[in-house]
């Protein structure tokens, strides 16, 4: 469906037309559910959905997959695209995070690789007032900066119920990054 939007937004000679891409939206729907009905949605959700279904219909179209592996919700599990082939989806927009865990009592750490396809980042400043300019460097070192995690967890090299402190760095940056900015904190309903 998405190649014949792409074709019938190029294929006049005459210039500028009109294109309704109904088809790809319908199909969109048939992939995704939740996004069906003429309700407000989500612009990012509907990006990611859009993505997941290229990735699926690619990967469908050249048998390069043993075995699709999706998620609970029906998505592309993004922990597979580092085990399976990439096709041009993941090429262009997978990146990989490092998350590291940091025992408080001990200093061992443990680090994993994760995959993304897009990056959330909160926009709120540090202080309330809204006269404060942000910008995307200063949400990109919050959402890199130490955190320090409220549960406790067993340390297997110092044998103790610990406090960790958790980082995620950029590993390794897609070709092409999709940043998503959350207006909203949902933990404090503000804006």
């Not at 939007?5 to 729907?29: C, I, K, N, Q």
């Not at 009592?105 to 007032?129: I, M, N």
Request: aromatic fraction near 6%.
């Amino acid at each position: 469906e998405m190649g014949d939007v792409f074709a019938s937004m190029f294929a006049s000679d005459e210039g500028v037309e009109a294109v309704v891409p109904h088809r790809m939206l319908y199909a969109t729907w048939r992939f995704a559910d939740r996004l069906a009905g003429y309700e407000q949605q989500d612009a990012h959700e509907f990006l990611v959905v859009l993505l997941d279904a290229l990735a699926l219909h690619v990967d469908k179209r050249s048998r390069r997959r043993s075995g699709t592996i999706l998620d609970e919700d029906g998505r592309l599990d993004p922990k597979s695209l580092l085990e399976q082939r990439r096709n041009f989806v993941h090429e262009v927009f997978c990146g990989s995070l490092r998350s590291e865990l940091v025992c408080q009592a001990c200093g061992a750490t443990s680090s994993t690789r994760e995959p993304f396809l897009d990056l959330s980042l909160a926009l709120t400043s540090s202080s309330d007032s809204d006269d404060d300019k942000l910008a995307l460097e200063d949400c990109l070192a919050r959402f890199t900066s130490p955190e320090t995690l409220p549960e406790l967890a067993f340390c297997q090299v110092c044998g103790q119920q610990v406090k960790r402190t958790k980082q995620l760095t950029i590993e390794k940056l897609p070709n092409v990054l999709i940043v998503h900015l959350k207006r909203f904190d949902a933990l404090r309903d503000r804006k």
